[in-house]
């Protein structure tokens, strides 16, 4: 064998040493990497690890190839040679350089005397030995990691396994699990995520999805029907829908327990309201225009609404009704907006004595438990019939388009502002025509206000209702504000005193002077209507009951009866109040018993205290958490229990 | 001029050795002071007393906080072995007790003392209830459901109560001619969770009943409402219901009604509970072994009808609060609860008059000459001082080169 | 000395609330009568949607027309029954389904909640007087109108055990609304269930 072919062979046993040791060190480290991940993240190897680690055992590989890239050329091996065989003494390279000299044969022979593969074992053992042992532990990491890739669920199943059961991991399986909340579709879909909640909060009717990590062999979850767990991939799934009143799964791992409170949110009907026509009416004919309208609002979103007339017909004890509805408007989800219509009372084809109805109507998208339906005040126009004409109701009008059959103060007070604008053109006849005109109509409200003041005093057959032939009082006839008491009605008698002067006013042909004391009219009228709502149109009858004439003179006879006791309004809140307090004792003695007791605690206190609800949540998290959880205590217990009541100290030590 | 210096600390390290030597023999000695810091007492002081090999004669103590329970006890044995233990400090006294209300929601009253104008903070458990400011000595706290103990603190002492006791309730008796005070003020008392039977008057003979109103003697009602005339006829039966134990609350028609005159709460034994101006609206008095509160408030349900968002709870409280004054409602003693682990036990009502009790009120006597220092610190700063200059003296010689 | 009862009518916006104006003298005459309740003389028309309302836990209202609360009616009425007082509410109409009913029915389950039929073995047909078959028949139910329509039971919102809203299709408002001096032309007295009512009121 040449010097040559001795240095090629040692090159071929170097060169795959190298690149077995270059092998062994990448998936050493490709394997320790997958291995620590599945420690650190249980939930198992997303494919950015596995590509990852793979990454970085190739660098390795190549870097450690790239390292020992000398081995490629012979006259570099030769030299490794002589540096590891001293006693060749340069004969090996110089038998390479000189291949065609006379003295190689001699070169040749001195080499074969040395042992270079020998030299050449010592080194692939130097290499690989601690390469081999490496990528042993490496292995052995990542066989006993919870990854799965080797010996459990993975690949090469039969080759062992390092005690417990197939798929179970030895820790809870109830750790780490991850919840995702849909909407119903008819409130958009929106999906969120929750990380290890407690609680889990959303709208009644949301699909919930809770996952876990292992296998789902041995769980029971319970609400408190068991419910379905089924196996995800690598994991385990529960799927069910938010229940419309609080309530608690109870997921069961062998010994271990975990609550989760789920916390409805109710959908809101929506909110709806009239801002058109603003009050009720009394018109003499059944002819005006009405805008309506009204504001509309939702917490989720709107999909129609319209406007309802019904009308009553009739009198004595027999009425008709019938109801109107006008087209719907679509909302399309809209959270807010408005509804507009116009009516023509006319179209109704309303007669005296008629009540028209009106109100606005919305609905929701709620499909869950179905459409959530609002409505607004009602608005009511009565059509006052012929013998009503003289009984003036005193209420301020709605701000309509004038109509001259409805007569009211305020209705006098935009003639008479009109009045006075025009004046200036006006001739000095009509200036005056005009005022007594107005004038006349006041009167008569005077007369009406001084006819109720004067029945309140028990005069009242003393003052004649109005009617409308009477002929209007001159100002001389009119009974001074002085003589009339309202001790029973301070504010009609401020409104009659002001009456009183408009009328004198506008007798006078002065309609600018007779501003003034209308507009305190009107507003003294509007605070007796609120105070004491006034029905003018015919004051009910008042009988006085003569108690002792008629006491116990009845024939017949009762009986006594038993009547059932009320029950403890507040029974729940002190049951809640007793097991708080029996929860804190247990926070030392038994911490995980107390967390189920929480979530137990906050299923009821949601619908009764939700305050004290959510500061349970908070306690929750924090001794979850491992922090101090003292502050959120004093929170719910604040949120639970008025503070103490502080009085001084008594004589009296009762109770 | 180096020897000389290497001289003086020579001689500084001998005479501190002198005086380590000096200290040792005075801690064998009889007397002994001592100075207790801000702190307390302390385990450590109290352990290195009780293990001496002779006692000391004479502990002085200065406190600026009230030792604990078992500290106190510990100086009271300390005391009974021999030694004199005298104290001084501006100590804050304070007291709490707490008994349990009665009614059907539980709670407790606590009653605290301390100084005019002393801050206290009330606190359970869980953490500090509430605050007050004193006036005439004391306060009442009304606690929640469920308070096993309570403490008070005030300028650093704390005292402490555990409830021992719960009550045993009977049944109210309302008394009244059919009418919204009596349907309010039964419906007020049921709401609270008590048991009530109504007799309410409809007709002569007729009456409306809920419950079934028996004999009124303790042993089926805790307390009686007479609310009008209706309850002039049970007169009698109520002043011996009253002078056995049992609790009577009287509205004004009841009052005024000549049988009831011997139930009023007038005349000097009569305690005012309440003012309104210069009218007394609430009053009680003890008759017998019971008590009777004679109420000036009528109709009380229009407050309930009439008032604000928590009117209705108002009204319940103002009833319940007025039975619980008088009802009859024996004790029953419940599960103690344990002490504390940190050694203080729950029950630390007086503390300060516990101190007194075990080692005798505050003395003027002064502590030690080493005012302001404990011997352990005089100790540290001696061999400090010891190490400095044996330091001192070899580095000298080492700069000098003699060995 | 106590307060005595006072009948109290309510006011409301959407219709004719003193249809029955005579009816509370009537049944006041009746209490006096059979009771010894402290009673005042005359009752009082108190609007729903003011706080003066509170001053008076029972409330009676009725009407033929449309039956619907304002914001501040509703607020009030609701307040009233939580606070333990009763609605009394009586359609005048004589009809099944009518504009007062129908409209009233939807009133008080948006108000409250849906009232139920309540059964005619109640307390409240034997807390003073005996009615062993439920709400007595009024007159107009039997020949009103020739139509025989009988109303078998009276409705109500419960509040717990008590009745806070009492509902009635049996036009007691015609039945009652009458002068209590003409009593002594009856020989039954058929407004002993109104007392009923009001001792209910007043002790449940």
């Known amino acids: ?655 | 001029m180096r020897r000389r210096l290497e001289y003086v600390l020579r001689g500084a390290v001998l005479a501190t050795l002198a005086l380590m030597l000096w200290f040792a023999s005075q801690s064998s000695r009889d007397a002994q002071s001592a100075m207790v810091d801000s702190h307390g007492v302390g385990a450590s002081a109290l352990n290195q007393w009780s293990r001496a090999p002779v006692a000391p004669q004479r502990i002085n103590l200065q406190l600026t906080s009230i030792p604990s329970r078992i500290e106190r006890a510990w100086l009271s044995a300390l005391a009974a072995a021999g030694s004199v233990v005298t104290w001084r400090g501006g100590l804050t006294p304070v007291m709490v007790a707490i008994e349990p209300v009665a009614a059907p929601h539980g709670g407790a009253t606590a009653r605290a003392a301390a100084p005019d104008a002393s801050a206290i903070v009330i606190g359970d458990e869980i953490g500090a209830l509430d605050s007050a400011r004193i006036r005439q000595s004391g306060a009442t706290f009304v606690l929640g459901a469920a308070s096993d103990s309570v403490t008070v603190r005030a300028n650093g002492s704390v005292a402490s109560a555990a409830l021992r006791d719960s009550v045993s309730l009977r049944k109210v008796l309302v008394i009244g001619a059919a009418g919204w005070e009596p349907k309010f003020t039964a419906a007020a008392l049921e709401e609270e969770g008590w048991k009530v039977d109504l007799l309410a008057r409809v007709a002569p003979g007729v009456e409306v009943t809920s419950g079934a109103p028996a004999t009124i003697d303790t042993s089926r009602y805790s307390a009686v409402i007479a609310l009008d005339a209706s309850a002039a006829p049970y007169a009698s039966r109520l002043t011996e219901f009253v002078r056995a134990g049992g609790g009577l609350i009287i509205a004004p028609p009841a009052a005024a009604a000549a049988a009831m005159v011997t139930l009023r709460a007038a005349g000097p034994d009569a305690i005012v509970l309440e003012k309104r101006g210069a009218a007394t609206s609430v009053a009680a008095k003890r008759l017998g072994a019971g008590r009777v509160i004679q109420i000036a408030y009528e109709d009380t349900w229009r407050s309930r009808m009439n008032g604000g968002d928590s009117a209705v709870a108002n009204h319940r409280r103002l009833w319940t609060n007025l039975v619980s004054n008088v009802a009859y409602a024996p004790r029953v003693a419940r599960a103690t609860a344990n002490p504390a682990d940190d050694g203080t036990s729950v029950d630390d009502a007086a503390p300060l008059a516990d101190l007194t009790a075990s080692i005798g009120s505050p003395t003027s006597a002064k502590v030690s000459a080493l005012t302001g220092r404990s011997r352990s610190s005089w100790t540290v700063l001696l061999f400090l001082v010891l190490t400095l200059a044996l330091l001192g003296e070899v580095a000298s010689r080492r700069f000098r080169g003699v060995s | 000395m106590m307060s005595e009862f006072v009948f109290c009518t309510g006011q409301y916006d959407s219709g004719d609330w003193d249809s029955a104006p005579v009816l509370p003298a009537n049944i006041i005459d009746s209490i006096a009568r059979y009771t010894s309740i402290a009673v005042a003389p005359s009752g009082v028309n108190i609007p729903l949607g003011s706080d003066a309302i509170f001053e008076y836990p029972f409330v009676y209202l009725t009407g033929h027309l449309p039956f619907r609360f304002s914001e501040a009616e509703r607020r009030n009425a609701r307040k009233l029954v939580d606070r333990g007082g009763m609605l009394f509410i009586d359609d005048h109409n004589h009809d099944v389904g009518g504009v007062f009913h129908n409209t009233a029915m939807e009133e008080l389950t948006r108000s409250f909640s849906k009232p139920v039929d309540l059964p005619n073995d109640h307390d409240i047909y034997r807390c003073f007087f005996k009615f062993d078959d439920g709400p007595p028949t009024t007159s107009h139910e039997l020949n009103g109108w020739g139509d025989n329509l009988v109303h078998k039971n009276l409705q109500a919102v419960m509040q717990g055990e008590r009745i806070g809203v009492l509902y009635s299709s049996k036009d007691y408002s015609s039945e009652w609304n009458y002068d209590p001096d003409a009593k002594r032309f009856s020989t039954v007295d058929n407004t002993r269930f109104g007392v009923n009512i009001i001792v209910y009121a007043l002790t449940r």
Do not use: C
Request: glycine fraction near 8%.
């Open chain 1, 1 to 655: 064998m040449t010097a040559l072919d001795r240095v090629r062979r040692t090159q071929r046993v170097l060169g795959a040493t190298v690149i077995a040791r270059s092998l062994m060190w990448g998936i050493a480290i490709t394997s320790a990497m997958l291995g620590l991940s599945s420690f650190v993240d249980a939930r198992g190897l997303s494919a950015t690890i596995v590509v990852v680690s793979v990454l970085a055992g190739v660098v390795v590989a190549a870097a450690m190839l790239w390292q020992s890239r000398r081995f490629a050329s012979v006259s570099r091996v030769a030299l490794w040679i002589e540096e590891h065989v001293p006693t060749l003494h340069y004969s090996l390279v110089t038998a390479l350089e000189q291949g065609q000299s006379p003295f190689t044969a001699g070169m040749d022979a001195t080499i074969a005397r040395h042992d270079i593969s020998a030299t050449t074992t010592r080194a692939v053992r130097r290499h690989l030995l601690p390469a081999t042992a490496v990528l042993v532990i490496a292995v052995l990491l990542l066989y006993v990691s919870p990854s799965g890739v080797l010996g459990r669920s993975g690949a090469i199943a039969g080759m062992g396994r390092l005690g417990g059961a197939a798929g179970i991991p030895a820790g809870s399986r109830l750790d780490d699990i991850g919840v995702r909340i849909t909407a119903p579709a008819y409130a958009g879909g929106r999906t969120t995520n929750l990380d290890d909640p407690s609680t889990v909060a959303g709208l009644t009717g949301s699909t919930i999805a809770i996952r876990g990590n292992g296998s789902a062999d041995g769980l029971t979850a319970t609400q408190p029907a068991p419910l379905r767990i089924s196996p995800a991939g690598r994991g385990w799934s529960i799927s069910l829908t938010m229940p419309a009143k609080p309530t608690a799964i109870t997921l069961r791992d062998r010994s271990y327990e975990r609550i989760i409170v789920l916390a409805p949110v109710a959908d809101e009907p929506p909110k709806i309201a009239l801002t058109s026509p603003r009050r009720d009416t009394t018109l003499r004919t059944p002819r005006l225009v009405v805008p309506l309208n009204a504001n509309v609002s939702d917490d989720i979103g709107l999909t129609s609404g319209y406007f309802e007339y019904l009308i009553t017909t009739g009198s004595g004890e027999i009425f008709k009704a019938r109801t109107v509805n006008t087209p719907v408007v679509h909302f399309d989800g809209a959270r807010s907006s408005t509804l507009s219509a116009t009516l023509d009372l006319g179209s109704l084809k309303l007669g005296e004595g008629d009540v028209l109805s009106m109100r606005a109507i919305a609905q929701d998208g709620n499909t869950v438990s179905g459409p959530g339906i609002a409505t607004s005040d009602t608005r009511t126009i009565r059509i006052a019939r012929a013998g009503e004409y003289d009984s003036l109701a005193i209420e301020a009008a709605a701000p309509l388009p004038l109509d001259t059959s409805a007569v009211s103060q305020r209705m006098l007070i935009a003639m008479t502002e009109k009045l006075v604008a025009e004046q200036p053109k006006l001739s000095r006849e009509e200036l005056v025509k005009r005022a007594t005109d107005i004038g006349n109509q006041e009167d008569g409200i005077r007369r009406r206000v001084q006819q109720i003041l004067t029945e309140a005093e028990g005069a009242g057959e003393d003052v004649a209702e109005p009617k409308p032939g009477d002929q209007p009082a001159t100002v001389e006839e009119m009974e001074s504000p002085d003589v009339i008491s309202g001790a029973k009605n301070p504010d009609l008698k401020a409104a009659y005193t002001a009456l009183w002067q408009a009328v004198r006013s506008l007798k006078i042909a002065e309609p600018s002077p007779a501003l003034p004391p209308m507009r305190v009219a009107l507003a003294a009228l509007d605070r007796a209507r609120l105070a004491n709502r006034l029905y003018l149109r015919g004051a009910p009858p008042k009988i006085v009951v003569n108690i002792e004439r008629v006491r116990m003179t009845g024939k017949d006879k009762g009986s006594s009866s038993v009547r059932t006791p009320r029950s403890f309004a507040d029974s729940a809140r002190v049951d809640l109040s007793r097991r708080f307090y029996a929860m804190v004792d247990l926070l030392e003695k038994d911490p995980a018993r107390a967390l189920t007791e929480l979530a137990l605690m906050r299923v009821q206190a949601l619908q009764m205290i939700p305050g004290f609800a959510a500061a349970l949540g908070e306690v929750s998290d924090a001794i979850r958490a491992g922090r101090d959880a003292t502050p959120a205590l004093l929170r719910a217990r604040r949120a639970l229990e008025a503070p103490p009541e502080v009085r001084p100290l008594s004589q009296w030590s009762g109770g």
